[in-house]
């Protein structure tokens, strides 16, 4: 069975906005994932309700009625149709109450309390029911999952409880090799997916998680990745197989310091994606430790930038214009080797 606690899973997402800084204000798309991502669409009506829509790309209309549809006028089925009729009704709970919680956040636990009532009426009649304790209740709630065939990730992903729900899985063994050695990596490829979580469903698919670190092996998206891709061998495998391998050395690393090995490891490597690399990182930067991956991108573009100019980054312009793919994979070996040392010290 597969933990029940999201908090100690490590994330991977995807999404063609700057996720990690908040997008770019001025963009009515970007602006309405920002509010998605944090678990608030209360202003989501008053921001389409004051753009004229007619002036934007047609995406963003299609944007506006998927909003509308699904949040406003709540005609949208819940219904993910598996083909199992109470693990439908399960999967609407959760959805049914992702609108309520998205629409107007409570702050507080009555909006679990509704998706706990919804729960518990739906599974009275299984045999480990009734629920004294909440733990007994979702605990249920995956026993009636996988016993229909499914798999499942559930628990609390703050500020709202989450689910993942997905039928197939496919596992694949790789040996990863990282700047200081080779990693055993065990992937289980997910398909027929059936909830890709609360932060899916708020940006209606703009924003999807690919996957995640659990104990030793990774979950991954399957329709997510070209597997014979630089992007899947470095920024997914390597990324996070140096995870993997630093969570086995240094158990006690903060999220920030994890990701900035990883992304120092993709950049000890990528070739054809580098540049993609260094504008996202550099795009999605942020002096902010409260933002793990904001966090780590704001340290990796600061520390590289001037290791190889010895001079700050700058504020303005274009810092990556003239860089060579030799020159960032010898310093970003540099530094994560600098880091390495630092850590044993301590």
């Not at 798999?151 to 609390?156: A, I, K, R, T």
């Not at 999807?208 to 061998?233: I, M």
């Not at 942020?286 to 793990?292: D, E, H, Q, R, T």
Request: charged fraction near 25%.
């Amino acid at each position: 069975m597969y933990i029940l606690n999201l908090i100690n899973i490590i994330w991977l997402l995807t999404t063609p906005f700057s996720y990690a800084t908040l997008l770019d204000p001025e963009d009515v798309t970007s602006s309405y994932v920002s509010m998605a991502l944090q678990g608030d669409l209360s202003a989501a009506g008053k921001l389409f309700s004051e753009t004229n829509l007619e002036s934007q790309p047609p995406s963003v209309a299609e944007l506006a009625s998927g909003y509308e549809s699904r949040f406003v006028h709540r005609n949208e089925s819940l219904s993910p149709e598996t083909g199992d009729e109470l693990v439908d009704a399960i999967v609407s709970a959760y959805r049914d109450y992702w609108v309520s919680e998205l629409v107007q956040p409570t702050g507080n636990k009555s909006g679990d309390l509704k998706l706990e009532k919804s729960l518990g009426e739906l599974l009275g009649g299984q045999p480990t029911g009734p629920y004294a304790r909440q733990e007994d209740l979702f605990a249920t709630v995956g026993a009636v999952l996988e016993n229909r065939g499914f798999h499942y990730l559930e628990g609390p992903a703050s500020p709202l409880r989450d689910l993942f729900l997905w039928k197939q899985e496919e596992n694949r063994n790789y040996n990863v090799r990282l700047t200081d050695g080779t990693q055993a990596v065990r992937v289980t490829f997910m398909s027929e997916i059936y909830s890709l979580g609360w932060k899916e469903f708020a940006t209606l698919g703009l924003v999807s998680t690919t996957g995640w670190v659990e104990d030793d092996r990774l979950y991954c998206v399957s329709w997510a990745y070209d597997r014979n891709s630089e992007n899947f061998e470095i920024s997914y495998l390597k990324h996070e197989a140096r995870h993997l391998a630093d969570l086995e050395r240094f158990p006690a690393l903060s999220s920030a310091d994890l990701e900035y090995r990883a992304k120092l490891t993709e950049l000890s490597f990528a070739f054809n994606s580098l540049r993609r690399l260094l504008d996202d990182f550099t795009r999605k930067s942020a002096p902010n430790p409260a933002s793990p991956h904001a966090y780590a991108n704001y340290r990796v573009i600061r520390d590289l930038y001037r290791s190889i100019y010895s001079r700050p980054l700058p504020n303005t312009g274009d810092p990556w214009v003239n860089v060579n793919a030799e020159s960032v994979a010898r310093t970003a070996r540099k530094l994560l080797e600098r880091n390495t040392a630092q850590l044993e010290q301590d």
